[in-house]
T-cell receptor, first 116, second 112 residues
Framework: SQTIHQWPATLVQPVGSPLSLECTVEGTSNPNLYWYRQAAGRGLQLLFYSVGIGQISSEVPQNLSASRPQDRQFILSSKKLLLSDSGFYLC???????????????FGSGTRLTVV | GQNIDQPTEMTATEGAIVQINCTYQTSGFNGLFWYQQHAGEAPTFLSYNVLDGLEEKGRFSSFLSRSKGYSYLLLKELQMKDSASYLCAVRDQWANAGKSTFGDGTTLTVKP
C-alpha cells in the first residue's frame, strides 16, 4: 500500500532562518506531488506541484521554493523565513493514472511551522 | 480562476442529518471532492463526484450538479466524532496535473 511521510511535525524558527521540509512517498511510482499551506481557520492554498523529477510548478510567488530530486521525494525550502510564512504545511500525492476513479489526494501528516 | 464557497460554520445535534453546501466557479473541472479534517490533523478523503447525481457511502452522501456549479455533502445519523471541518475541493484538468482548489472549509459542531 502507498504511504506518505512528512517531517518534522512541528517547527519553530526565527525570522530570517532557512527552512527545509521533506516529504516522501512509498509504494507508488511517478506520483503527482503537491505542497499546500493552510492558515488558521482557512482552506488549503496550493504552493507548488510536480509531475516528475525536476519538474516544479509554482502557484503563488513568494518566499518559498520546492524541489523534487527523486521520484518520490518532494522538498519545500526557504532561504530566509518571514513571519507570514507561519502555517500548517501539507504535502500530498495523487496517482496520475487516477483519471476518473477519484481517489483524490492522500496527505502527509503536516508540519506546523511557527516563525518567531 | 477558481472560486469555491461554502458556509463557515454549522451546528447540528447528534443523531440528526446535516447538509453542507458548496458552490464553485472554475475554469477547469475534473471532479469535486469532499475531505474531512479534524482539528490539528491533515485532511482525509471522503467522497468524489465527477458526474451529476448522488454518490452514497455509508452515512455520507455527496451530490453534484455541474450545470449549477453546486455540490452538497450529506451526513446522516450524526455522531460526536463527526465534529470537524469539511473541505470542498475542485480538481483541475489532468493537463494541469490534476491540482485541486479548496474552499475555506465548513466547521461542523455536533452537540449532544
Amino acid at each position: 500500500s502507498q504511504t506518505i511521510h512528512q517531517w518534522p511535525a512541528t517547527l519553530v524558527q526565527p525570522v530570517g532562518s532557512p527552512l527545509s521540509l521533506e516529504c516522501t512517498v512509498e509504494g507508488t511510482s511517478n506520483p503527482n506531488l503537491y505542497w499546500y499551506r493552510q492558515a488558521a481557520g482557512r482552506g488549503l492554498q496550493l504552493l507548488f506541484y510536480s509531475v516528475g523529477i525536476g519538474q516544479i510548478s509554482s502557484e503563488v510567488p513568494q518566499n518559498l521554493s520546492a524541489s523534487r530530486p527523486q521520484d518520490r521525494q518532494f522538498i519545500l525550502s526557504s532561504k530566509k523565513l518571514l513571519l507570514s510564512d507561519s502555517g500548517f504545511y501539507l504535502c500530498a500525492w495523487s496517482d496520475p493514472l487516477d483519471r476518473g476513479i477519484g481517489y483524490g489526494y492522500t496527505f502527509g501528516s503536516g508540519t506546523r511551522l511557527t516563525v518567531v | 480562476g477558481q472560486n469555491i464557497d461554502q458556509p463557515t460554520e454549522m451546528t447540528a445535534t447528534e443523531g440528526a442529518i446535516v447538509q453542507i453546501n458548496c458552490t464553485y466557479q472554475t475554469s477547469g473541472f475534473n471532479g469535486l471532492f469532499w475531505y474531512q479534517q479534524h482539528a490539528g490533523e491533515a485532511p482525509t478523503f471522503l467522497s468524489y463526484n465527477v458526474l451529476d447525481g448522488l454518490e452514497e457511502k455509508g452515512r455520507f452522501s455527496s451530490f453534484l450538479s455541474r450545470s449549477k456549479g453546486y455540490s452538497y455533502l450529506l451526513l446522516k445519523e450524526l455522531q460526536m466524532k463527526d465534529s470537524a471541518s469539511y473541505l470542498c475541493a475542485v480538481r483541475d484538468q489532468w493537463a494541469n496535473a490534476g491540482k485541486s482548489t479548496f474552499g475555506d472549509g465548513t466547521t461542523l459542531t455536533v452537540k449532544p
